[in-house]
């Protein structure tokens, strides 16, 4: 068997079982697949949110409270149909989620995870105390499911349709991730300074991927209410929420399939633990708990990527080689005459407290020129870019971009207009590859939503996204690295892939932060071959490097920084000869 159909047929034998096991195992195992069905749902949504998008949640137990009391309450007290209660309990799971997620989700660090497990305490309280909602004692008497003339019943035939929304969901979890939005919510693990530079709206993507996940959570309670058709406030506790969140870690909390491996493997090991753990100390307690804290401790030290990682190996996919299928040309942006200023920084300032980084900084850019921007190390000139770029605002002073004032916008609105850069540090997503990476600075190129790329519906453009991306990146000589992890490379070569990714974004202003840095002779001159050429384009540069021979061969004009401040500013020509900057920048060597 060839190795591509490897991992295909594997599925296909796994959707084989699912359709077999009820119909040939006893009713205690069926029983046991259901709640790792309703429990993977749950660490699906974590593994998007937390593996993925790198927000860490302890409540989820929570959001699978509110749909399973929703449905509970609507079909008992009010007689509703148990398919109306599922989009309600949508619904009010969806304005909850949205209105924690804009409280909770501005918190950062370990102030994030504090806050859901706030939160998640304060909606098991709430279930347990509203006398509506039966109090501790919960509701009895949910009505089973009805498919056309099937009253879903018994566990075994609930199963299918357990199952069947699980895998409904891991389809549209895999095509959201393998999308434009996708990309804008992997990106956010590697920090918010890259990605809004790139124009993606970070707090909007935090948002999303936080409400699709109590959005699954809901889905399985309300699966769960009518599976049980009982329900009290117990199976929605803290303790449950961070049972959730182990299953993800456990199975591999960046990985889609291991949310199945992760709720399947501390299932069978809880109800396992549960028969054995008495019978051999004699008396009964939850010490199952005690065994998966020392193995949440094994995990985190000896698998952190989880099992599935695992289980991967023995079934590898086949990498990717072929070129992105040719699509139609992504629309370009019409740049201005050669010679419009396109940027215009005026007394530009940048204090920390009492360390003035940028002192009324000047200077202009024009299209189709190469300024460099240079100094010795601590001279601002990083702090200079961040400023420029929105990444970190200016205190005070006044930045133009091709006639607007931008000073005050986010990063995400100034590269909206035109304006795209690398860094100083190289921010690249290592697990990702080269491809996924320059895709990124796409993101703006592209117009189709989360739920059109859950529903495969954005296909057409995300081939011109990916198109784009691999044209910019065979434009920077790297087509043979196209599909390696942007990890594997070479610091000089992940400086290119930024620069590639900053071309993607189709800007009119470049702003390079030392791209020459790790690069050998022969790498230097290409890349000051391609820099000629988006010049010559109409494109502005604007460069901060370290390596005089290559500035000086390259710039049309240099300005030169000291503390903070502009020491001097002129061709290179004059630069070189210029005694205040042979002094203060080159030593005092000719």
Not at 203 to 216: D, E, M, Q
Not at 353 to 375: C, P, Q, T, Y
Not at 568 to 574: D, K, M, Q, Y
Request: positive net charge; hydrophobic residues 50%; contains cysteine.
């Amino acid at each position: 068997m060839s190795r591509s159909a490897r991992p295909r047929s594997v599925l296909v034998l796994f959707i084989a079982v699912l359709l077999a096991a009820p119909l040939l195992l006893p009713e205690f195992y069926v029983t046991l697949l259901n709640y790792i069905g309703l429990y993977a749902i749950v660490a699906l949504g974590l593994v998007l949110l937390t593996g993925v998008g790198g927000l860490t949640s302890f409540g989820q137990a929570a959001f699978v409270g509110i749909g399973a009391y929703t449905t509970a309450y609507l079909t008992t007290v009010h007689g509703v149909s148990p398919w109306l209660t599922l989009p309600a309990g949508l619904l009010v799971t969806g304005v909850v989620a949205l209105s924690l997620g804009l409280v909770t989700l501005r918190l950062s660090g370990h102030f994030l995870p504090l806050g859901t497990i706030a939160w998640g305490i304060a909606l098991y309280y709430l279930f347990g105390n509203v006398s509506a909602l039966g109090g501790h004692t919960g509701i009895s008497g949910i009505p089973a499911l009805q498919l056309f003339d099937l009253e879903l019943r018994s566990g075994r035939e609930f199963f299918y349709l357990i199952w069947a929304a699980l895998l409904v969901i891991i389809l549209a979890t895999r095509n959201l991730l393998d999308s434009r939005e996708g990309r804008a919510i992997r990106a956010l693990k590697g920090g918010s300074l890259m990605a809004e530079a790139m124009g993606v709206d970070t707090p909007r993507s935090k948002i999303v991927i936080f409400t699709v996940a109590a959005l699954y959570a809901s889905m399985s309670g309300w699966l769960y209410a009518h599976l049980q058709r009982f329900i009290n406030p117990t199976p929605f506790s803290l303790t449950q929420g961070i049972e959730y969140l182990f299953m993800a870690v456990v199975g591999g909390v960046s990985h889609v399939w291991g949310a199945i491996v992760g709720a399947g493997l501390i299932t069978v090991l809880k109800q396992w633990l549960q028969d054995l753990l008495p019978s051999l100390l004699g008396k009964s307690g939850n010490f199952e708990m005690i065994v998966f804290g020392v193995l949440m401790i094994l995990v985190l030290q000896r698998a952190r990527d989880g099992v599935w990682p695992i289980v991967q190996r023995l079934f590898p996919a086949p990498p990717a080689r072929a070129r992105p299928v040719e699509a139609q040309a992504l629309p370009r942006r019409p740049l201005p005459a050669p010679g419009a200023v396109l940027l215009d920084v005026r007394e530009a300032s940048k204090r920390f407290g009492g360390l003035v980084a940028n002192d009324r900084m000047s200077f202009r850019v024009r299209a189709g020129e190469v300024m460099a921007l240079i100094g010795p190390n601590g001279a601002g000139k990083s702090t200079m870019f961040d400023g420029i770029s929105g990444v970190d605002p200016l205190t005070s002073g006044a930045v133009s971009f091709r006639g607007e004032r931008i000073e005050s916008l986010p990063a995400r609105q100034i590269a909206r207009r035109g304006m795209s850069r690398t860094f100083q540090h190289v921010r690249l997503l290592p697990a990702m590859t080269v491809l996924e990476n320059v895709a990124i600075g796409t993101h703006l190129r592209g117009r189709k939503s989360f739920l059109a790329a859950a529903c495969r519906a954005d296909r057409e453009e995300e081939a011109r996204l990916l198109s784009e991306a691999a044209a910019q990146i065979e434009r920077c000589g790297l087509a043979g690295q196209m599909y390696e992890l942007a990890g594997s490379l070479p610091l000089g070569k992940q400086r290119i892939v930024e620069i590639a990714r900053a071309l993607a974004a189709d800007p009119c202003l470049l702003l390079l932060d030392e791209p020459a840095a790790g690069l050998r002779y022969l790498e230097k001159q290409a890349l000051a071959e391609l820099l000629r050429r988006l010049r010559a384009e109409g494109i502005g540069i604007l460069l901060v490097e370290h390596d005089m021979d290559f500035v000086m061969g390259l710039a049309d004009r240099v300005v030169v920084m000291e503390f903070g401040q502009k020491l001097a500013a002129g061709l290179p020509e004059e630069i070189q000869r210029n005694p205040a900057v042979v002094e203060a920048y080159l030593g005092g060597v000719e």
